[in-house]
């Protein structure tokens, strides 16, 4: 058990190899395609963090029978679903809780969006902060009835489904691609084609999936952004699939390597899906000297990475860039901390609606390790190289500031101490072990 306020020591050298945690998207998206399939799916290696399992729970509670068959040596799961498919989902008998997970709780309303039941979905205190009108509005144009604090536009929400939607055609005013998959998910329960119009393109992990599972779901690149069309009435095959590692835990180690001056680190079996990748390729840019050897492509392309000690240069972020990016500028703010003049990241806007308000908990974190960061309107601006010293922060008890935190404590001088350390169990349950196995 990692305590809830740890306390971490500068680390002299860095080496060693690391499988990751199962993609968080994926996972969710592994479990509630099981769902809406009519027999038994099976999904190797999904991750196992406190996210993942809550749509697990949720999966079961809609009357599908969720087993876990095993897991591996890094601690993700092998599970096995047996459902009777979206046709015949059950009423949940009582609240559907999402835990810290807006993943769940948003695409799961677009599949309740589709069922002829009422159900409750709600979260912990910084999930029912975070904006649902995003989902809520275009789930209305489509037919369900939601109810919720301030206009239906905080959870805990109300939703009654109906078996028959009305297909929408809907450019989301945010990127997000819990948005994106909420109506499409919904789109399968819609009279005609759903089509969502996309300013910038985003995780496309739902489209490969439900294509996977033999759905008709069209896309087309515009500019930076994407239509997706999906026509209403198709059922998911079942089927048996594999996780690959999580890109956005895998971004921690990346630039752990990268920034501290004694670092070799391998990631195995890392995703590396073009709408995912965009972490790897700005630190690249950076000028990190990451390696990437190819593993194929099972739907989901995949390779292994390798990263050592670099000289890093500021860089230019652009709002697409960031968009793209969106979990891993937390971490980018910290390896731009130790490049070569001035980095912009711009359009960070959304990090205000995580899981914390990641602006002001990475500036105020990342200043108290004496690096110059600020943030002027929608942007984050980091000045460096900066050496770093040790620091009594706190991670919001936001999983990916934890990470962040403890990445920046073992490249600066002295002792750190992080509240909320426990907090990387959402997404990155062996994180602080792993972080012990590669200190040397
Ligand atoms: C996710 C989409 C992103 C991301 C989150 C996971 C997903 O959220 O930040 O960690 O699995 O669809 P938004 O859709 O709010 O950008």
């Known amino acids: 058990m990692v305590p809830a306020t740890l306390t971490l020591e500068p680390a002299g050298r860095l080496a060693g190899d690391l499988r990751l945690p199962g993609d968080k998207s994926i996972s969710h998206r592994g479990l509630m395609l099981a769902l809406l399939a009519r027999g038994t799916s099976t999904i190797h290696g999904a991750g196992d963090g406190a996210d993942v399992r809550s749509t697990a729970a949720i999966v079961g509670a809609l009357g599908a029978e969720v087993d876990q068959l095993g897991r591996d040596d890094v601690g993700n799961v092998d599970y096995r679903v047996d459902s009777p498919g979206l046709d015949a989902l059950a009423a949940p008998g009582a609240t559907l809780d999402c835990g810290n997970s807006g993943t769940s709780l948003r695409l799961f309303a677009g599949i309740l969006a589709g069922q002829p039941f009422g159900a409750v979905l709600d979260g912990d205190a910084s999930l029912r902060g975070r904006p ?75 489209e490969r999936m439900l294509r996977a599972r033999g759905v008709d779901v069209r896309t087309r690149a515009a500019g930076d952004g994407m239509l997706v069309e999906i026509d209403g009435g198709a059922i998911p095959a079942a089927l048996e699939e594999r996780v690959p590692g999580d890109p956005s835990a895998a971004a921690f180690w990346l630039v752990a390597g990268a920034i501290h001056p004694d670092a070799e680190i391998q990631l195995r079996d890392c995703g590396v899906n073009p709408t995912r990748r965009m972490g790897i390729d700005l630190l690249r840019r950076m000028g990190a000297g990451v390696e990437e050897r190819t593993r194929g492509d099972a739907g989901e392309p995949r390779a292994d990475l390798r990263v050592a000690s670099s000289a890093l240069q500021a860089i230019d972020i652009g709002p697409a860039e960031t968009a793209a990016a969106i979990d891993e500028i937390p971490i980018l703010c910290l390896a731009a901390t130790q490049a070569t003049g001035r980095t912009t990241i711009r359009g960070a806007g959304e990090l205000r609606h995580k899981e914390s308000d990641r602006i002001a908990g990475i500036v105020t974190g990342l200043r108290a390790f004496g690096a110059r960061v600020q943030n002027q309107g929608d942007d984050l601006i980091v000045d460096g190289p900066t050496p770093l010293h040790g620091a009594a922060v706190d991670s919001l008890d936001d999983h990916r500031l934890a990470m962040t935190f403890a990445i920046a404590a073992i490249v600066a001088g002295g002792k750190t101490t992080i509240r909320g350390a426990s907090s990387a169990a959402i997404s990155y349950p062996a994180f602080f072990r792993d972080l012990e196995r590669i200190r040397r």
Do not use: N, Y
């Open 132 to 206: 649902m009108g995003r989902i809520v509005e275009p789930l209305r144009a489509m037919g369900a009835t939601i109810d919720g604090p301030a206009r239906g536009t905080r959870a805990p929400l109300t939703i009654q489904g109906r078996r028959r939607l009305a297909a929408i055609d809907w450019a989301p005013p945010v990127a997000s691609a819990q948005v994106k998959s909420a109506i499409v998910l919904a789109g399968l329960r819609a009279a005609g084609t759903t089509r969502v119009r996309e300013a910038v393109a985003t995780r496309d992990h739902t």
